[in-house]
């Protein structure tokens, strides 16, 4: 395998809006629809539709939804070796887009909170065997830390996309972790620091990499992406696009990413090759729906 993914899986349940509703108010949804989400499996999609060799460590429930996540693993050649069932429901996502393409997402964790650092030790073989470990935020820190600790004992690179973000997230970790993705509104929430300028991101983002993290990479959007090192600043500039639907972009951007550097590890290459192809995501309804094959996305020119 060339990627590791531990963490979560969803299924989104996804309803198109005009606008938000306010408090309390009840708005008609103008389409609806039903696809194979979570951080962690949107994430091991782009990476394996973009051509790499997948393994996914992650529990979904006992359940229609559950059967229905393993068999979108398979058709997209992911490993599902380590795709465990769980006595309880599958993790959810109800998601909302409105006609800006802009989008609410609320998440039921599910089976997805039974993933465990002893089914880390469990597919310890398989996991040794990877190039990269990608981990998020939708399973618990336990489980998070015990991946990356994992990753330092056998010299595998981490990274870490800080995703839904909490400030009880452990910066001694963190430390740890080769790369460290947030967007901005998740680096405002961990550091507490103003993102509407991009020196404010860059300074908020220096805080992270004065933790010790080798590499913290800030996706923003339309603004591109921003990436730190102890070599300085790199910003890779945003692309415009149509956008329909914004939702799993940064999950497209992260799987994207994950593949050309485990490829090429060519950090700059790999950023500006990610950014496109989250741009492109955005053309298209739906989140893994709206990642391209690697064929696609050649075709495409970006």
Request: glycine share 8%; proline share 4%; net charge negative.
């Amino acid at each position: 395998m060339d990627i590791a993914v531990i963490g979560s899986n969803m299924v989104d349940l996804v309803s198109y809006l005009s606008r938000m509703p306010d408090e309390g108010e009840t708005v008609e949804a103008w389409d609806f629809q039903m696809g194979c989400g979570g951080k962690g499996a949107n994430q091991a999609m782009a990476a394996a539709r973009m051509g790499s060799s997948v393994l996914m460590l992650t529990r979904i429930g006992n359940d229609a939804f559950g059967e229905t996540t393993r068999r979108n693993f398979e058709a997209n050649g992911i490993d599902t070796t380590y795709v465990l069932e769980t006595e309880a429901t599958s993790g959810v996502a109800p998601i909302f887009v409105d006609d800006n393409s802009r989008n609410s997402i609320v998440i039921a964790k599910g089976a997805n909170a039974f993933l465990t650092p002893a089914d880390i030790e469990d597919a310890a073989e398989a996991i040794a065997q990877c190039t990269l470990i990608v981990l998020q935020l939708e399973v618990n820190l336990e489980t998070v830390y015990a991946a990356i600790d994992f990753g330092n004992r056998h010299g595998i690179p981490v990274l870490l996309n800080p995703a839904p973000a909490t400030p009880e997230l452990d910066f001694a970790q963190v430390a740890k972790c080769d790369y460290f993705v947030p967007n901005e509104t998740e680096l405002a929430l961990l550091t507490g620091m103003p993102v509407e300028t991009l020196d404010q991101v860059q300074a908020a983002a220096g805080t992270i990499l004065d933790h010790g993290v080798k590499n913290v990479i800030v996706t923003m959007g339309s603004r591109g992406v921003l990436w730190l090192s102890a070599a300085g600043p790199v910003l890779v500039e945003g692309r415009t696009v149509p956008a329909l639907d914004t939702t799993g972009a940064g999950d497209a951007f992260i799987g994207c990413f994950s593949h050309c550097l485990v490829e090429s590890g060519d950090v700059p290459a790999s950023l500006a090759t990610a950014n496109a192809y989250a741009a492109d995501s955005v053309t298209r309804r739906g989140t893994q729906t709206s990642y391209a094959t690697r064929e696609q996305f050649e075709k495409t020119g970006a």
